[in-house]
């Protein structure tokens, strides 16, 4: 059975960068769309961006166009998030997500596989 787990959170200052990892243990991601959310205490979790299984589509949020990239490596079974110029309000846990079904998505509901989140935190 697939597992995706994030790694590369953590504590920085406003303007700094993180990338994060999804590894998947258990099974591959080649084929399947991946996509990053986020949940900050009190909020939805909300969409942040999505890859295509080949890497050559790709979308993001408003808020974090121009300053975060996500890519993919799938013969590391692995999909990372490049987050600069970080700003508090990116502070949330982030999440990483297989879509087993064509085409990318903004929907958490399109998401099937989730990894267990990791904690990123901007200070001011």
């Known amino acids: 059975q697939v597992q995706l787990v994030e790694s590369g959170g953590g504590l920085v200052q406003a303007g700094g960068s993180l990338r994060l990892c999804c590894a998947a243990?258990?099974?591959?991601?080649?084929?399947?769309?991946m996509g990053w959310f986020r949940q900050a205490p009190g909020n939805e979790r909300e969409f942040v961006a999505a890859?295509?299984?080949?890497?050559?589509?790709?979308t993001y949020a408003d808020s974090v166009k121009g300053r975060f990239t996500i890519s993919r490596d799938n013969a590391k079974n692995t999909a990372y998030l490049q987050m600069n110029s970080l700003e508090p309000e990116d502070t949330a846990i982030y999440y990483c997500?297989?879509?087993?079904?064509?085409?990318?998505?903004?929907?958490?509901?399109?998401?099937?596989?989730w990894g267990q989140g990791c904690q990123v935190t901007v200070s001011s």
């Open positions: 997500a297989a879509k087993f079904s064509a085409g990318i998505s903004v929907s958490t509901l399109d998401y099937r596989l």
């Open positions: 243990s258990g099974g591959f991601l080649s084929g399947y769309s």
């Open positions: 890859i295509s299984w080949s890497g050559r589509t790709t």
